[in-house]
């Protein structure tokens, strides 16, 4: 058993924590009510002692003028903040807000970069947006079988999440997310989209190109 001096660290930065989750629960019921600038409150107060979930609403927030004047420059600020605590979702944002100048000067060099690191993290819409910029060269050379393994590996994953009801624990994030700014941006992606970009690749490889494609969904498929 730990000495109680070695342990007292621990317990100080728990009892710490505990607000923080208070007020992040508070925010998503008040956000949930239609009262954003209370939400915004006690985001802001929950993300100043380091919960990185209400970094993330709070950056929502900024982005769509919810509660707070709209400020893309707050957004991105609490958005790079929380990406640091490794938030795929956090990146998959700052991606966009490069990828459409939020705030941002236009830089799909630096959207790829963060996509990648999202993707990498295992987050479907990364993954999507990963195979368009292959496809379509933004940011990078084109290549069609990274373009192609990318696709499927999202479409993949994105249709078990449409097909299988997910138990999340924070419902009032996932809420949030889906209500914020980016989601209206980024044209709420629709499966259709996808399916009909990887059908449009899938008719263009040879099948020495999905042969290699096989090996990178492999590698991919366990991000």
């Known amino acids: 058993m730990k000495p109680l001096r070695q342990c007292l ?3 100080f930065a728990a009892l710490f924590m505990l607000p ?3 007020d992040f629960d508070a925010g998503g019921t008040a956000y949930m009510q239609g009262d954003y600038a209370t ?7 929950s993300a100043e002692r380091g919960d ?15 509660g707070v004047a709209q400020d893309y420059r707050q957004a991105y600020t609490w958005f790079r ?6 938030r795929p979702d956090a990146h998959y944002k700052i991606g966009l807000m490069y990828e459409q100048g939020l705030g941002l000067k236009q830089n ?5 970069r963060h996509y990648g690191k999202a993707a990498k993290s295992g987050y479907a819409l990364a993954q999507y947006k990963l195979g368009a910029y292959y496809d379509e060269g933004l940011g990078v050379e084109p290549d069609a079988v990274k373009a192609y393994a990318w696709l499927t590996v999202a479409h993949d994953k994105l249709d078990a999440a449409i097909n299988t009801p997910a138990e999340h624990d924070d419902a009032s994030e996932e809420f949030l997310q889906a209500q914020d700014e980016f989601r209206q941006k980024s044209g709420n992606l629709k499966l259709d989209d996808l399916r009909a970009r ?3 690749l899938d008719g263009q490889l040879s099948s020495g190109q999905k042969q290699a494609a096989q090996a990178l969904i492999a590698r991919y498929s366990r991000y």
């Open 9 to 11: 660290p621990l317990l």
């Open 20 to 22: 923080a989750y208070a």
């Open 39 to 45: 939400a915004a409150k006690l985001f802001e107060e």
């Open 52 to 66: 990185h979930r209400a970094m993330l609403a709070l950056g929502s927030l900024y982005a769509g003028g919810q």
């Open 81 to 86: 903040k929380a990406a640091k605590y490794g």
């Open 108 to 112: 799909f060099s630096k959207a790829l």
């Open 198 to 200: 990887y059908k449009k």
